[in-house]
């Protein structure tokens, strides 16, 4: 079973011709979902893919230098407002801090100055431009409708058809001829979201469009493959139509269309790659589709040495799959900010969700990549596999496995009982179950209701638990009588770092 170096650098020269960008998301914390989690826009991904651009989301900001030297592109997404210590102003009025997020500053900041130290190439949007004129020694105007006039945060209007009026809309024009204005022209249309601006250009950049109330809407660097624009040109206007000119503009004066065959095969990063999907979520600033990660998962595959990212292209499986190292399929995750919302995510958002999953698992199948299900992923690898599963089995047998800890048996030979023991405490969180098992699994660990909580693939490094591991770590472990599942996520990204070597024998 072992791979030779061979076959590793053929997997990866199908990545090779296509450049790598880095997104970072929005982050919160919500009840419903259990804890910390990340919210993106799927909108960004879509204008990325078009262009033949792999997009990641960038999870933890302890890799930081590993997310710099794999990523052939920054991209620095929208969001809330920046903290005005960043560019040395602080706040009179506690209540003007709403919403405000310190991790995200600290995460966006990081990255973009380790992009601009290696003068690799970012394109900023919306917040995005706001963080990199910061960074590079310029200041925010922290209410640009307080100082001009003219509302650039039209929050409670929504597009309609050809009214570019009501559609939080308005009139830019160019600084002069730039690279930008050749491709999208003198004057142009754009959106507007955002309540803080541009007050100082930050070192070495220059005005590309300004708004009529002087807004400084868009900057280029002079020397550095940096476009910042403070509209949103991945979000589709009233006619539906994105201004993917905009990407196509920053792709080629970037530098990113020369980018040369086997140019990755000297940065790339020495810890795993480990491929952490998300779910299906709502927008609430656009009310567009987005994807949501819970952050217990990138935590885990952080503190245990892997490098986590979450795939945003749902078109891209196999990319994926020859670029990252291991897939941890991830539980059920979905969000939606308002009830009236729901039925749509059900409709329209899951079986996207299911046939992205369906294809991410199928290609590192292929590939003998290590797989690691969790709830839902452990239940669905079984199903792909031709495996059966029961819903909602506490009906039938009146036991309840959600939201209660017990306690599981394992299989005397399995990896479970040589990290934790022979009986262990886990907890629960699952409506269905394993009814029969795929014959390619064997089943390694037991409720004492006899409900499969793990197997692992009889040929494939394919692992599955149906309780949530990442919740049984750190400071709040779940249960507290459970062991540390630390050692699992170790012993998982040992797995990844040995098949991304060639130095392990599956079996």
């Given at each position: 079973?072992?791979r030779?170096?061979?076959q590793?650098i053929?997997?990866q020269?199908?990545m090779d011709?296509?450049p ?5 998301g929005e ?11 990340y ?8 204008c990325?893919e078009r ?7 960038a999870?933890?900001?302890r ?12 991209c620095?997404?929208g969001g809330a407002?920046i903290?005005?210590?960043w ?11 709403e919403g405000l997020?310190?991790e995200?500053?600290a995460?966006d ?7 601009i ?6 394109l900023?949007i ?10 590079l020694g310029?200041?925010l105007c922290?209410d ?5 006039g ?6 409670d209007?929504?597009?309609e058809?050809n009214?570019k009026?009501?559609?939080?809309m308005?009139?830019v024009?160019?600084?002069g ?5 050749e491709v ?10 955002h309540?803080?601006?541009?007050e ?9 469009y300004?708004a009529e109330?002087?807004?400084i809407?868009?900057?280029?660097h002079?020397?550095?493959p ?7 040109p991945?979000q ?7 201004q993917i000119?905009v990407?196509?503009?920053f ?18 990063v ?6 952490v999907n998300?779910?299906p ?29 979450m795939?945003l292209a749902e ?5 994926y ?5 291991a897939?941890?399929w991830?539980g059920?995750i979905s969000?939606?900010?308002k ?7 059900k ?5 996207k969700r ?6 991410l ?6 590939k003998k990549k290590?797989i ?5 992923g452990?239940q669905?690898?079984?199903y792909y596999l031709g ?6 089995f ?7 496995h ?6 599981v048996?394992t299989?005397k030979?399995?990896?479970l009982?040589?990290l934790?023991?022979?009986?262990f405490?886990?907890n629960s969180r699952?409506?269905?179950k ?22 692992e693939?009889?040929?494939l ?6 309780w ?5 770590r ?13 050692k699992?996520?170790?012993?998982f990204?040992r ?5 991304k070597?060639?130095?392990?024998d599956?079996?």
């Open positions: 079973m072992k030779t170096t061979d590793i053929g997997l020269g199908e011709k296509k790598v960008a880095l997104l970072v982050d919160g914390f919500d009840a419903g979902i259990g804890g910390f989690h919210v993106i826009n799927k909108d960004y991904a879509v990325l262009l033949g651009i792999v997009p990641f989301l999870y933890d900001i890799n930081v230098e590993d997310y710099v030297k794999f990523a052939d592109l920054l620095l997404t407002d903290h005005p210590g560019y040395r102003e602080y706040y009179r009025d506690t209540l003007e801090m997020s310190q995200r500053d995460l900041f990081a990255l973009c100055r380790r992009f130290e290696e003068k690799k190439p970012i900023a919306g917040r995005g431009l706001q963080v990199v004129n910061v960074a310029g200041t922290r640009v409708c307080k100082k001009t003219q509302n650039h945060w039209i929050s209007r929504i597009m058809k009214r009026e009501s559609a939080r308005h009139l024009s160019a600084s001829s730039n690279f930008l204005s999208c022209g003198e004057r142009i249309w754009v959106n507007s979201y309540r803080q601006g541009i100082c250009l930050g070192k070495g950049f220059s005005a590309a300004q109330d002087g807004t809407e868009a900057v280029f002079q020397s550095l940096i476009l910042g624009v403070q509209w949103h991945e589709p206007d009233w006619e539906n139509e994105r000119e990407f196509q503009a792709k080629k004066w970037s530098g990113l269309e020369e980018k040369k065959k086997g140019e990755r095969e000297e940065q790339r020495q810890k795993p790659l480990i491929l998300g779910g979520a709502f927008d609430s600033q656009f009310q567009r589709s987005a994807w949501i990660a819970n952050r217990t998962y990138s935590g885990a595959v952080s503190a245990a040495g892997g490098v986590p990212l795939p078109h891209m499986a196999e990319e799959a020859c670029f990252s190292d897939f941890l991830t059920s969000f939606v900010p009830k009236g919302l729901r039925e749509r995510l409709r329209e958002e899951m079986p299911r046939q992205f999953d369906q294809a698992f199928w290609s590192y199948y292929q290590p690691l299900g969790i709830c839902l452990h669905m690898i079984n495996g059966t599963l029961e819903g909602d506490r009906f039938r047998t009146g036991v309840e959600m939201l209660y800890p017990h306690r048996r299989e030979e399995s990896v009982s040589a934790f023991g022979e009986v405490w886990v699952h409506n269905d394993i009814d029969r098992l795929a014959e390619e699994l064997y089943a390694t660990a037991w409720s004492e209701d006899g409900v499969i909580e793990a197997f693939h009889k040929e490094p394919i692992y599955g638990v149906e949530h591991p990442e919740r049984m750190g400071e709040f472990r779940e249960p507290v009588q459970g062991p540390d599942m630390t699992l996520f170790t012993w990204i797995q990844s770092i040995d098949v070597f060639n130095i392990f599956y079996k």
